[in-house]
Structures are given as C-alpha cells and as structure tokens.
C-alpha cells in the first residue's frame, strides 16, 4: 500500500547525542535528541523552544553535547518521553511526555565533570 503525503518537513532520524545543560538550581538536564548536525566547527541543534535545555542554554551558554555508542542504546531510549520542564509543557504532555528531575539516574547513567563548562558530561 503507497500513501501520498505533504509534509511541511520531514526527518529520519533518532536520538544520536545527549545534551547536558544546568538548571536554574544548579542540578543537571540531559535530554536525547536528534537534530544535531556540524558544519566545520560549528554545530546546529534543532530543538523545541519549550524545552528546559533550550531555557538552559538561554541562560547558561554552554552545553556538553555527548555522542553515546551502541551500548547506551537503551538509556538514550529510557530519555526519551521525559522533560527536565515543569510542569510540562501542553504540546509534549499530548504527546505521552512526563517530568523528571534526575534523569542520569534513570538512565542509569553517571555524570563527571566537563573539561571546559560546569554542565557534566555523561562518563
């Protein structure tokens, strides 16, 4: 079966970095995404105004930007419906998403400290 569609975008793609960014308190959001690409040095994140990395990184300027190897498969996968935005933002709530505050514990993950920002990296 073919179905013609017209979108107004379309992208293939799934989770392929972990941003880390420090919340206004001090504790730590890491969020999976998939809009990331580089051009030279510079990288392009693609991402909802709406999202507590973007409120984040308004704030903070600065980012670890993590690329996770096939065996973080499954905790990138344990990110993906949750928000470091309280409450949640209407638009992702319709769309099955939920708060949490410590998401490196969910995903079973163990954040060190970066190099060069004060947001951890994932170890």
């Known amino acids: ?3 013609v569609i017209e979108p ?11 941003i880390s960014t420090r919340n206004e308190d ?13 051009l030279n040095q510079s990288c392009m994140l693609g991402m ?11 704030r903070e300027r600065e980012c670890v930007l993590n ?9 990138v ?8 935005r309280h409450p949640v933002p209407e638009s992702k709530a319709e769309r099955g998403y939920c708060y ?12 060190v400290p970066s190099l060069a920002v ?3 990296r994932v170890q």
């Open 67 to 75: 690329l996770p190897s096939t065996e973080l498969i499954s905790a």
């Open 26 to 38: 001090g504790t730590v959001n890491l969020a999976p995404m998939s809009s990331a690409w580089w």
């Open 100 to 111: 949490e505050a410590d998401k490196f514990g969910i995903a079973g993950l163990t954040p």
């Open 8 to 18: 107004k975008i379309l992208y293939f793609g799934t989770s392929v970095v972990l």
């Open 1 to 3: 079966m073919h179905k």
């Open 48 to 58: 909802s105004t709406k999202s507590q990395t973007v409120h984040n990184l308004k």
């Open 118 to 120: 004060r947001a951890p």
């Open 77 to 84: 996968d344990k990110l993906t419906l949750l928000t470091g």
